[in-house]
């Protein structure tokens, strides 16, 4: 409380005193803390805060109790004397995530307000009403909804600005606020009130929170003579189980399949125990795949196959990307390892790390790094490198050298690189802006309002193409090239140096800009691409984009190419 005079109470609490000198002994005893707003800090922080495989050194217990002592009277000044009224809670938050900021990009703090997202990312299920969005102007606008959810059955379209929760404005708040006034327990009701495109008054609209289900596997099909594929998209609970179901239909419906892509770019990872039994589909029972090392060795494990695979010998591409990370690394790069899949895409994102979430009291947990995670080859592909918190590329010749068990060379450090690498995406600068200004977002909201339905997923083509130039140029569209801002930033060291040569650069940077006037049929392809992904997103959930966009996916063709291929792919895996 600001400005009271409190009591003082006494916490006692015990350091583990293995190994620690009497001095120690008697400190756990008589250790007495004589601010009570540590309180709600020290007891979490001591739990988990427990020793290491050896003793923590003596001076380690005086050094964590001085520190909790100056952080308790620190806080307790600033909470009494600042000259505005605080929220303490805001301010333990930035000071946990300030102490967690220096670590890694991984070890988060997670308060009370977070438990919902955090299970979203576990276990794919969450109380709420199935929708999520992003803040464009005032408004969080709604981008995705889930099929079958509540939202869906409510009537939600993407595009709706959600204007009130409840009667609470939503003006101003952020996604992640509006989010959290959405969820609560099944059965309990929430008033939307929305503002919708094409409309001219505000829709109130009435939900009832249901648990969500985020399906982990959005599609799985043939798609090409005796080719299967699966998209992977999370790995929430029961993923290893999905998958081994996708394939047992797949295999159920072509009965000469011979060749399996999996797909696992953009796949963040998730549960490490589901990274195991997809592994285990492909490979024999008894092989150890993962093990992870850290400080405290009671957490060391080892991950081994315990069943019999679905399909030992079906040839398999898996496709990976500079976004796939950590579970997606371990399928990947143990099968990889154990020469079962051939590996196809860019280098992955480079996560090697293991977390665990420890309760740290008032329902808030702490994720932190606990240990590193080791394939079959022996490899961490931890990337012990990062700026800004993005894991920054190690040069080949900077990384140790494993062999897989065919004897092929494979390294460690930075992510799996594949057997067969892809150029990666060309979206170019304005490719990129149409995006970053929901230019093509906005186009195809207004563009649905005009079409009720569409054709199915694989006959759907967009034709509007001199409509959608229109709506550019009446929404004064513009963008900033790579070269027009290496121009400026040149411009604005010749400045700083004094050197008179402005006339040379106006005269270059006028001549990209009529260059420029032919980007937008130089992209012509890929812009399409994107509205017809957004399009068909709107009629058929996460489960159309998956479709439509193997449509056109050069990845899924070069895949589908070394499947049928049989002498290329057997190569590669024996290292010729």
Known sequence: MVGKARKHSVLRFSFPSQGAPSFFKYFNRMMTIKNSALLLFLVPCIGFAQPAASPTPAGKYFDIAKNLEIFANAFKEINHGYVDELDPGQVMRRGMDAMLEGLDPFTNYISET???????????????????????????????????????????????????????????????????????????????????????????????????????????????????????????????????????????????????????????????????????????????VVTTHGKVIEWDN????????????????????????????????????????????????????????????????????????????????????????????????????????????????????????????????????????????????????????????????????????QYLKNSSFSYQSASERKIIELKGLLAQENYPINVELDALEAKLKLEKQGDLLKNKARIIHEIEQEIVGRYYFQRGKVRKNLKNDPEVEAAVQLLNDKTRYDGILKGK
């Open 114 to 288: 977070d438990i919902e997202g955090y299970r979203i990312q576990s276990d794919a299920r969450y109380n709420g009403v199935g929708a999520s969005g992003m803040k464009m102007g005032e408004y969080m606008v709604v981008t995705e909804i889930f099929e079958n959810s509540p939202a869906h059955k409510a009537g939600l379209k993407v595009g709706d600005a959600i204007v009130a929760v409840d009667g609470i404005t939503a003006k101003g708040k952020t996604e992640q606020e509006v989010l959290d006034f959405l969820r609560g327990f099944p059965g309990t009701e929430t008033m939307l009130t929305l503002r919708r495109p094409g409309t001219s008054k505000d829709l109130n609209v009435t939900l009832k929170r249901e648990e969500v289900e985020v399906p982990n596997v959005p599609h799985s099909g043939i798609v090409a003579e005796h080719i299967g594929y699966i998209n992977l998209t999370t790995f929430t609970q029961n993923a290893g189980g999905n998958i081994g179901a996708a394939l047992q239909k797949l295999k159920d419906k072509d009965s000469g399949l011979k060749g399996l892509i999996l797909d696992l770019r953009d796949n963040g990872g998730g549960l490490l125990n589901e990274a195991v039994n997809i592994i285990n589909l492909f490979v024999p029972r008894g092989l150890s």
């Open 302 to 469: 080892t991950f081994k196959t315990t069943t019999e695979p679905l399909d030992k010998d079906i040839p398999v591409v898996i496709l990976v990307n500079k976004m796939s990370a950590s579970a997606s690394e371990v399928v990947s790069g143990s099968l990889q390892d154990l020469d079962r899949a051939v590996i196809m895409g860019q280098r992955t994102y480079g996560k090697g790390l293991v977390q665990n979430t420890r309760d740290i009291g008032y329902n808030a947990k702490v994720k932190l790094t606990t240990a590193k995670y080791y394939i079959p080859s022996g490899r961490c592909i931890q990337s012990s490198r990062y700026k800004d918190g993005v894991p920054v590329d190690i040069p080949e010749a900077e990384r140790a050298q494993f062999k897989t068990t065919n004897g092929r060379t494979v390294l460690d450090g930075g992510g799996i690189k594949p057997d067969v690498v892809l150029p990666h995406d060309s979206a170019t600068s304005l490719v990129k802006a149409l995006l970053d200004q929901h230019l093509l977002f906005d186009y195809v909201t207004q563009w649905a309002i005009k079409h009720t339905s569409i054709d199915s997923i694989e006959v759907f083509n967009f034709t509007d193409w001199d409509d959608f130039t």
